[in-house]
């Protein structure tokens, strides 16, 4: 007997704004142009709520042709003190106009780029365990001081 793999659906999960602070651009490094941008604040909503705590960042590398590989790592803490670790894998990519205008912080219309990202969440919270067992993916909007998306359970 040949066992045939479930195909993947998208569960909408929860809805996450990261607020974003200084960005350090470190220039051309060994491993590509740089750049860190300060995690400052937010917020969960959805399935889960929680404050993103401060402290966290997103390690960026800026390809040849303006497109960004997203490493973000921070925590959030629900209000009975729970914590949630988040690592977030991704790209942001478009036309060289688009991603200029969002590097200056231009609102542009999110039909215009490509911004999806992968998480993983970790937690010692018995009540999020279950947040432990599945992959999500989002689809993100870039506005001048934040990042905004929608997270989906991978079923």
């Given at each position: 007997?040949?066992?045939?793999?479930?195909?993947?659906?998208?569960?909408?999960?929860?809805?996450?704004?990261?607020?974003?602070?200084?960005v350090?651009?470190?220039?051309?490094?060994?491993?590509?142009?740089?750049?860190?941008?300060?995690?400052?604040?937010?917020?969960?909503?959805?399935?889960?709520?929680?404050t993103?705590?401060?402290?966290?960042?997103?390690?960026?590398?800026?390809?040849?042709?303006?497109?960004?590989?997203?490493?973000?790592?921070?925590?959030?803490?629900?209000?009975?003190?729970?914590?949630?670790?988040?690592?977030?894998?991704?790209?942001?990519?478009?036309?060289?106009?688009?991603?200029?205008?969002?590097?200056?912080?231009?609102?542009?219309?999110?039909?215009?780029?490509?911004?999806?990202?992968?998480?993983?969440?970790?937690?010692?919270?018995?009540?999020?365990?279950?947040?432990?067992?599945?992959l999500?993916?989002?689809?993100?909007?870039?506005e001048?001081?934040?990042?905004?998306?929608?997270?989906?359970?991978?079923?």
């Open positions: 007997m040949t066992l045939t793999p479930a195909v993947p659906g998208l569960e909408p999960t929860f809805d996450v704004t990261v607020r974003v602070g200084n350090a651009d470190y220039g051309m490094t060994r491993a590509g142009h740089r750049r860190v941008i300060d995690i400052v604040g937010g917020e969960i909503t959805g399935s889960i709520h929680a993103i705590l401060p402290g966290g960042a997103d390690w960026q590398l800026v390809r040849p042709d303006g497109t960004l590989d997203i490493d973000g790592r921070y925590s959030a803490a629900t209000a009975s003190g729970e914590l949630i670790y988040i690592t977030v894998s991704g790209v942001r990519g478009g036309s060289p106009e688009t991603l200029e205008a969002l590097l200056r912080g231009e609102a542009v219309d999110p039909s215009q780029y490509y911004f999806r990202t992968t998480l993983t969440l970790e937690t010692s919270a018995p009540s999020l365990a279950h947040l432990e067992q599945s999500f993916i989002a689809s993100c909007v870039r001048a001081d934040a990042v905004r998306y929608r997270a989906y359970r991978v079923t």
